[in-house]
């Protein structure tokens, strides 16, 4: 089955600086790749997802990265605010109906201001 | 947007009781629904899958005599922690994807989760 690697597991920036957060794939067949952003005792939510058949998407400050052929991905965040403190995971799937998400064992990212 | 309802999303009970755990998907339909088990400053860990009309899939070292799910709807999945403990103590998540969209374009869908205390 599918096993995702995230680092790093914590993240500590300056507000105005960029994070950047890694994950890595074991299944060549996963072709789906969301981050969601998850803060205390609340639903993960979906912040921005990349399908296999493009390299990078963006999304205003947040952009994602896809090597398929490494079988990485990785989470870009500029200009960082204290609103993006939280927890990160990366996931990964083949993307079709009955098969679920695998996700990462997440980042704790804080921004100071 | 799609929304999956998940109730209760606060339970405290005593050790033995079983607690029922319901994840509805309000405006479109799910064939399947996923149930996921975080514990505090941990990842989101694939419990099972739920499938309608059949059988849940159980992913290794989940028990399915303790961990019972029913997917009797095409809205509806509920999962049955029995005789809970306090290892159970865990925060549930469903989610769910939406059958009547291609599924490249859809994510999945996740309730609020279940904050579930065994005393």
Sequence with gaps: GENVEQHPSTLSVQEGDSAVIKCTYSDSASNYFPWYKQELGKRPQLIIDIR???GEKKDQRIAVTLNKTAKHFSLHITETQPED???YFCAASFNQAGTALIF???T???VSS | ???VSQH????ICKSGTSVKIECRSLDFQATTMFWYRQFPKQSLMLMATSNEGSKATYEQGVEKDKFLINHASLTLSTLTVTSAHPEDSSFYICSARDNGQTYSNQ???FGDGTRLSIL
């Design chain 2, 8 to 11: 209760p999303s606060w339970v």
């Design chain 2, 107 to 109: 994510p999945q869908h």
């Design chain 2, 1 to 3: 947007g799609a929304v």
């Design chain 1, 108 to 110: 704790t990212l804080s």
């Design chain 1, 85 to 87: 403190s939280a927890v």
């Design chain 1, 52 to 54: 296999s058949n493009v």
């Design chain 1, 104 to 106: 990462g064992k997440g």
